[in-house]
T-cell receptor, first 115, second 112 residues
Framework: NAGVMQNPRHLVRRRGQEARLRCSPM?????VYWYRQLPEEGLKFMVY????????ESGMPKERFSAEFPKEGPSILRIQQVVRGDSAAYFC?????????????FGPGTRLTVL | EDKVVQSPLSLVVHEGDTVTLNCSYE??????LLWYKQEKKAPTFLFML????IEKKSGRLSSILDKKELFSILNITATQTGDSAVYLC????????????FGKGTKLSVIP
């Protein structure tokens, strides 16, 4: 029973390039959350998605960042024209429902380094 | 703005010691509070607390929530080197989205 999977685990990009981070939720989970962890900081919520719907993107920067969770395939967090300040660990979590009493299961994260 | 403060930020103890980690929070629409353990990879779930005064226990770890005073504590007794990690506190909040708001964590180092 695989847990939440994220790939790649490490991603290096030069300034101005695009970064695509993928997240496959646990089997049976249809709710995905993305969090960002900057060095020496706690995890910060970015976006919450259900299949084909963005439910809450209040934590995501308005420019250059987008997220999707298509009917088929993994959830994708896309960062266009990356800058050095985007260097961070990006974690994805999933839950079976959006219930307030459901824990969120986290993936191993993608560590993005922008040169 | 939602706020979560964990203390201490870091802690070094010897094996066998007992530690208490603190988490105070101010969040809108509080639902529950979760504790996670992070060891250089995915945060792993420890506890979910929803009611005040009811202790949750798992082996040497226990946790309790005070919804009136807006804090939670995580206790670890008879610490082992394998307990070395960052412990994260995360109230569940946000109307309609159920996002977790994380503190910066407490870095626990257990030395032999």
């Amino acid at each position: 029973n695989a847990g939440v999977m994220q790939n790649p685990r490490h991603l290096v990009r030069r300034r101005g390039q695009e970064a695509r981070l993928r997240c496959s939720p646990m089997k049976g989970h249809s709710h995905v959350y993305w969090y960002r962890q900057l060095p020496e900081e706690g995890l910060k919520f970015m976006v919450y998605l259900q299949k084909e719907n963005i439910i809450d993107e209040s934590g995501m920067p308005k420019e250059r960042f987008s997220a999707e969770f298509p009917k088929e395939g993994p959830s994708i967090l896309r960062i266009q024209q990356v800058v050095r300040g985007d260097s961070a660990a990006y974690f994805c979590a999933s839950s079976p429902t959006s219930g307030i009493y459901d824990e969120q299961f986290f993936g191993p994260g993608t560590r993005l380094t922008v040169l | 703005e939602d706020k979560v403060v964990q203390s201490p930020l870091s802690l070094v103890v010897h094996e066998g010691d007992t530690v208490t980690l603190n988490c105070s929070y101010e969040v809108t629409n509080f639902r529950s509070l979760l504790w996670y353990k992070q060891e250089k990879k995915a945060p792993t779930f420890l506890f979910m607390l929803t009611s005040s005064g009811i202790e949750k226990k798992s082996g040497r770890l226990s946790s309790i929530l005070d919804k009136k005073e807006l804090f939670s504590i995580l206790n670890i007794t008879a610490t082992q080197t394998g307990d070395s990690a960052v412990y994260l506190c995360a109230p569940h909040s946000g109307a309609g989205s159920y996002q977790l708001t994380f503190g910066k964590g407490t870095k626990l180092s257990v030395i032999p």
